[in-house]
């Protein structure tokens, strides 16, 4: 069983910065790769980043990268998103979730946090 509590969202403009935060409960956190997922209101749940294991291989949706990145700290359990250069677009309700192998596919990620809302104004 793994919990993930989510942090970091708010309401920002267009340009601005935030960085979210992912802390899991359990020692088991470096065994597992992490997303990050996004759900906008009215649309499907969508992918935005995801991390291996050991943080060296990362995968972005197209329309994040060069804006987005997503690390991680074994020592505290936790995953990072940081989002620079935000848009109205990228407003959403942002979700961590935990898989076996870092993937851009929500269907292999078992467990979720419960989301952090992101609102960019224009």
């Known amino acids: 069983q793994v919990q993930l509590v989510e942090s970091g969202g708010g309401l920002v403009q267009a340009g601005g910065s935030l960085r979210l935060s992912c802390v899991a409960s359990?020692?088991?956190?470096?065994?597992?790769?992490m997303g990050w997922f996004r759900q906008a209101p009215g649309k499907e749940r969508e992918f935005v980043a995801a991390?291996?294991?050991?943080?060296?291989?990362?995968y972005y949706r197209d329309s994040v990268k060069g804006r987005f990145t997503i690390s991680r700290d074994n020592a505290k359990n936790t995953v990072y998103l940081q989002m620079n250069s935000l848009k109205p677009e990228d407003t959403a309700v942002y979700y961590c979730?935990?898989?076996?192998?870092?993937?851009?596919?929500?269907?292999?990620?078992?467990?979720w946090g419960q989301g952090t809302q992101v609102t960019v104004s224009s």
């Open positions: 359990g020692r088991t956190f470096s065994r597992y790769a």
């Open positions: 979730a935990v898989a076996t192998k870092a993937t851009i596919s929500a269907s292999s990620y078992g467990y």
């Open positions: 991390i291996s294991v050991s943080g060296g291989v990362t």
